[in-house]
């Protein structure tokens, strides 16, 4: 039978198995907050292939600490290397952004934290061995005080909305994890194939009137930029050149568009005859001739 926890003095092996019984050694020594750890990384962002190397099928407590704050946060894993890679996963990250050592790394970057292994233990003692951490250290950005508990911990509707208001504007632009970055072919059709018929979520379900309305008003009043407006019309386009006719030189080219609109609207004349006069070949009023290459 254990004694209470936090009485307990750490040892590098302050657990033995004799005849499948745990012992533990003890001391009733005032410890201080001050831990030695096994493993110290300074730069957890330029040491990361270290720290995931170290650790490949290892288990125990590792520690986060906030260089500009100095504060901390422990936590367990049964296997190091695993945990560490989500760590240094950005959209990971974002997706449990309710956890603070999530939200503290994205705001300060990895280069801010230092990380340690406090001890590696076999995966039975975890709890009991992050817990005597807890109790130690008193480490700030664990939220819940019992090792473990967070499994179904929810919080409340305006701790949510504060955790959101405090990281708008953040993560953008050159600080996004995908910023600069293009999906490969292979990589876009396996996206395809997660989301293709009953994997998709609205795989055979259609709008009802209501959500309709709701997307029809929301669409009302929205005004593109003409950058956007371009950006449309050439994916959707039929693009049309315009050539003049010229005594000395025949034909010439005066204007490339996007879109039989634009060249339509170019002469202020009807998408319909632009496209007629495409199909026909004829030259327009004997001056103007369309061409769709």
Known sequence: MYVPIQKCFKFNNNIIKYNR??????????????????????????????????????????????????????????????RFIRYFNLSYLKNRE??????????????????????????TNLTEIEQYYIDKLNPKYNILKLASSSLGYKHSE???IKISK???????????????RTHTEETKALMVLKKYKENNPLFGKTHNEKTKELIRQKALGR???????LKMSTSKGYPVNIY????????????????????????????????KYINSGEIFKERYKFSSK
Not at 223 to 229: A, C, F, N, Q, R
Not at 253 to 271: D, H, N, P, T, Y
């Open 98 to 123: 309710s956890l603070v050592i999530s939200r503290a790394l994205i705001k300060y970057g990895y280069s801010n934290f230092t990380l340690e292994i406090l001890e590696y233990c076999d995966i």
């Open 223 to 229: 005004i593109h930029s003409e950058e956007t407006l």
């Open 21 to 82: 019984i745990h012992l533990r050694f003890y001391s009733i020594i005032p410890y201080s907050s001050n831990v030695d750890s096994v493993k110290f990384y300074e730069d957890a962002y330029s040491m990361k292939k270290l720290i995931i190397n170290d650790n490949k099928a290892k288990s125990g407590i590792y520690k986060w600490t906030n260089k500009i704050t100095n504060d901390i946060y422990v936590g367990q894993s049964g296997d190091l290397a695993k």
């Open 158 to 160: 305006e701790t949510k």
């Open 244 to 275: 003049e006719k010229c005594d000395s030189q025949g034909f010439k080219l005066i204007g490339s568009f996007v879109s039989i609109r634009r060249a339509a609207k170019f002469l202020e004349i009807s998408g319909s005859t632009v496209k």
């Open 166 to 180: 405090s990281l708008k504007g953040i993560y953008v632009k050159e600080k996004s994890a995908l910023y600069g």
